[in-house]
């Protein structure tokens, strides 16, 4: 069974602090997406990363792909309040790739 | 239309009764998901449809559960004889194809009282 751990469960920071989300499987991912869900509303894709190695940046956001594609991390750069909610990291299931496999999650709290 | 519209945003009935919630995917997209989140727990998946293909219903919990999708557009989720561990947020994705992200609906919460 592919599985996706996401480490920490929640997180509370400080405004300006920075912070690294984990999402982990024994797995190897063709490919992994990152959403952002705020309360009250669906996931919104972030990024896609699919090549192992890989290091994308959206503005204060940097995501990394493992290299053996097991793993994938996020980190922001100075927190702020708008980045408050739930990461999720997700990734095609294996024989049926049109189908995703969401983590566990990470509640991230930044407080002014 | 704009994004992926869910209705009612939310909705509380009693246990026994039967519900159906409503999804109207972003137009053109040609996969329609649906999905479950529970508090403390992770996206679900419950029933997938492609296109003009058969769905695939391997996610879906009981017999209670059903979906359809009408020419190729609009979804319904039905649930009958609610019971109170089906209360939940019940999401809905669309997507253009495999390798593409999936844009979500904001969500039904249902309460089964």
């Known amino acids: 069974t592919q599985l996706l751990e996401q480490s920490p469960q929640f997180l509370s920071i400080q405004e300006g602090e920075n912070l690294t989300v984990y999402c982990n499987s024994s797995s190897v991912f063709s490919s992994l997406q990152w959403y952002r869900q705020e309360p009250g509303e669906g996931p919104v894709l972030l990024v896609t990363?699919?090549?192992?190695?890989e290091v994308k940046k959206l503005k204060r956001l940097t995501f990394q792909f493992g290299d053996a594609r097991k793993d994938s991390s996020l980190h922001i750069t100075a927190a702020q309040p708008g980045d408050t909610g739930l990461y999720l990291c997700?990734?095609?299931?294996?024989?049926?790739?049109?189908?995703?496999?969401f983590g566990t999650g990470t509640l991230l709290a930044v407080q002014p | 239309g704009a994004g992926v519209s869910q209705s009612p945003s939310n909705k509380v009935t009693e246990k026994g009764k039967d519900v159906e919630l409503r999804c109207d995917p972003i137009s053109g997209h040609t996969a329609l998901y649906w999905y479950r989140q529970s508090l403390g727990q992770g996206l679900e998946f419950l029933i997938y449809f492609q296109g003009n293909s058969a769905p695939d219903k391997s996610g879906l919990p009981s017999d209670r559960f059903s979906a359809e999708r009408t020419g190729g557009s609009v979804s319904t989720l039905t649930i009958q004889r609610t019971q109170q561990e089906d209360s939940a947020v019940y999401l809905c994705?669309?997507?253009?194809?495999?390798?593409?992200?999936?844009?979500f609906g904001s969500g039904t919460r249902l309460t089964v009282v």
């Open positions: 997700a990734g095609p299931r294996r024989g049926a790739t049109n189908k995703l496999i």
């Open positions: 990363v699919v090549t192992g190695g």
């Open positions: 994705a669309s997507s253009s194809g495999q390798g593409y992200g999936y844009t």
